[in-house]
Each structure stands twice: as C-alpha cells, then as structure tokens.
Nanobody, 123 residues
Framework: EVHVVESGGGLVQPGESLRLSCAAS????????MNWIRQAPGKGLEWVSS????????HYVDSVKGRFTISRDNAKNTLYLQLNSLKPEDTGMYYC????????????????RGQGTQVTVSS
C-alpha cells in the first residue's frame, strides 16, 4: 500500500524559503514519477510540480517556475520541494502524490497523497 508522509511546512514571511520533504513507502519509489500538489484555503487541488523516476526531468505550474525546485533522493525514498521567494498566494496545504508511471507525463494519482504539510506565507 502506498504511504507518503509530508513535512517541512511552516509560517514564513513573503520572500522567505522553505524545504518540504515527502517520505514514501509501500511501493518501488525509484520506478515512479512523483508530484507535489497543493490546496489553497477554500479552493480545489492544484498540481504544482512533477519529476520523473530518475530525477532528470521536471515540470512546474507557471506560477511557481523559477521559485520552486523539485528533487528526489531514490536512495532515501524521499521527495523534496524547495520553495523560494514565497508569496502569500503560495499559502496552502502541500501534498505529495505518486505518478502512475515513470515519466513526468504520467498521470498524478491524487488518491495516494498523504495528510499534507501546511505552508502559510504572511507578513
């Protein structure tokens, strides 16, 4: 059974940084792409970023390009998201979720997300 645990969120001021982590288990982590998704207060789930199984290819939603960086450590079964130059509109619950395949073009399996980690950007 797929199990992921997100961590690293917090309350920060605009312009500051955070590093989110996602510890994965229950599947062969190195064989699947992974994703970060988020949910702002009162809104639906939004895909943020994806990475292929090897960590070579990445994709981002336009609103975070140049500010967020997704990465992974297959030896540790861990996914990361570095959040720089944070804005109030980045506030929300952040989740990681497994992809259906190895590529960044594989579909996101939203149902595999964990409990999430809260990111709040406020002055």
């Amino acid at each position: 059974e797929v199990h992921v645990v997100e961590s690293g969120g917090g309350l920060v001021q605009p312009g500051e940084s955070l590093r989110l982590s996602c510890a994965a288990s229950g599947f062969t982590f190195s064989s699947y792409g992974m994703n970060w998704i988020r949910q702002a207060p009162g809104k639906g789930l939004e895909w943020v970023s994806s990475i292929d199984s090897n960590g070579f290819y990445t994709h981002y939603v336009d609103s975070v390009k140049g500010r967020f960086t997704i990465s992974r450590d297959n030896a540790k079964n861990t996914l990361y998201l570095q959040l720089n130059s944070l804005k109030p509109e980045d506030t929300g619950m952040y989740y990681c979720a497994k992809s259906s395949g190895a590529s960044t073009y594989s579909s996101t399996e939203y149902h595999t997300r964990g409990q999430g980690t809260q990111v709040t950007v406020s002055s």
